[in-house]
């Protein structure tokens, strides 16, 4: 079954489908509303134009947005007020131990999200184990209301033993439900009828993100992430390194990470 359309953002709905009806498999793009409907245009022209193709082998990535701008992205290095360290080859290893302290953590990598959710490179990153991080989260980062939720990024291959009836959501389009006995461990992410809005991050999915949860998995034994979008109530997402910056600056943000580098607040 593949749904379209704004009713395809219904994530409780999309969870529930496949266990209610005789489907065995569900894709729901990471953009169904309008905004995908420009990129099904340009694919249907090109396939009209170019019929003898081959067709992919997988689903078309969801990171088709903005680029991050090298010489901003420096700029925004020499910035003053910044402690600033580069981290080529340990960078998941030195983020996944802060997030293990509590830090909140801003990570902007590669090109944009193509879609309404943050799927691992324009995204606001957290420990879900803490219980009074989503009020945290709400009053000092994001700005809204202290009862909206956040949702889990879990390892793909860790997604069975703490979901019930797990489904692969690689664009944080279904709602499942959590196992009883890991609810407890990741209380930040879990909404109030005991399910979650889930992205499985998969290593061909999105590498570093994947790194990431492997790192974090390896010092707590949670391989679960809260993910939320790089942005403040009625913002749109920061695609730029300068919104990225401003949002780091003027929130409750305690790390920037663009690319390999490591950005803090001095003092």
């Given at each position: 079954?593949?749904?379209?359309?704004?009713?395809?953002?219904?994530s409780s709905c999309n969870g529930r489908l496949?266990?209610?009806?005789?489907?065995?498999?569900?894709?729901?793009?990471?953009?169904?509303?309008?905004?995908?409907?420009?990129?099904?245009a340009a694919w249907l022209a090109w396939r009209?134009?170019?019929?003898?193709?081959?067709?992919?082998?997988?689903?078309?990535?969801?990171?088709?947005?903005?680029?991050?701008?090298?010489?901003?992205?420096?700029?925004?290095?020499?910035?003053?007020?910044?402690?600033?360290?580069?981290?080529?080859?340990?960078?998941?290893?030195?983020?996944?131990?802060?997030?293990?302290?509590?830090?909140?953590?801003?990570?902007?990598?590669?090109?944009?999200?193509?879609?309404?959710?943050?799927?691992?490179?324009?995204?606001?990153?957290?420990?879900?184990?803490?219980?009074?991080?989503?009020?945290?989260?709400?009053?000092?980062?994001?700005?809204?209301?202290?009862?909206?939720?956040?949702?889990?990024?879990?390892?793909?291959?860790?997604?069975?033993?703490?979901?019930?009836?797990?489904?692969?959501?690689?664009?944080?389009?279904?709602?499942?439900?959590?196992?009883?006995?890991?609810?407890?461990?990741?209380?930040?992410?879990?909404?109030?009828?005991?399910?979650?809005?889930?992205?499985?991050?998969?290593?061909?999915?999105?590498?570093?993100?994947?790194?990431?949860?492997?790192?974090?998995?390896?010092?707590?034994?949670?391989?679960?992430?809260?993910?939320?979008?790089?942005?403040?109530?009625?913002?749109?997402?920061?695609?730029?390194?300068?919104?990225?910056?401003?949002?780091?600056?003027?929130?409750?943000?305690?790390?920037?990470?663009?690319?390999?580098?490591?950005?803090?607040?001095?003092?």
């Open positions: 079954l593949v749904l379209g359309g704004g009713c395809a953002l219904n496949l266990s209610r009806t005789p489907f065995k498999a569900l894709h729901v793009p990471s953009a169904p509303a309008d905004d995908g409907t420009a990129l099904g009209l134009d170019h019929p003898d193709a081959a067709l992919p082998e997988g689903p078309l990535s969801p990171y088709l947005g903005s680029a991050i701008d090298q010489d901003r992205l420096d700029r925004v290095i020499r910035h003053g007020g910044l402690t600033v360290s580069r981290h080529p080859d340990d960078l998941e290893t030195v983020v996944a131990a802060e997030l293990a302290r509590g830090r909140i953590v801003a990570w902007m990598q590669g090109r944009a999200e193509f879609g309404p959710r943050a799927l691992g490179n324009r995204s606001i990153l957290a420990d879900p184990r803490d219980p009074h991080m989503k009020r945290r989260l709400n009053a000092e980062v994001k700005f809204r209301e202290a009862f909206r939720p956040f949702a889990p990024a879990i390892l793909d291959e860790h997604g069975p033993a703490w979901f019930e009836d797990y489904q692969t959501a690689p664009y944080m389009e279904r709602a499942l439900r959590f196992r009883p006995e890991q609810r407890r461990q990741v209380p930040a992410v879990v909404h109030a009828d005991g399910t979650g809005r889930v992205q499985s991050v998969r290593l061909d999915g999105n590498p570093r993100f994947h790194h990431l949860l492997t790192e974090f998995h390896r010092l707590t034994g949670v391989p679960v992430l809260l993910n939320t979008s790089l942005n403040r109530m009625g913002r749109p997402m920061a695609h730029s390194v300068e919104d990225a910056l401003a949002l780091f600056l003027t929130s409750g943000l305690d790390l920037l990470v663009i690319d390999d580098w490591l950005l803090r607040k001095s003092g």
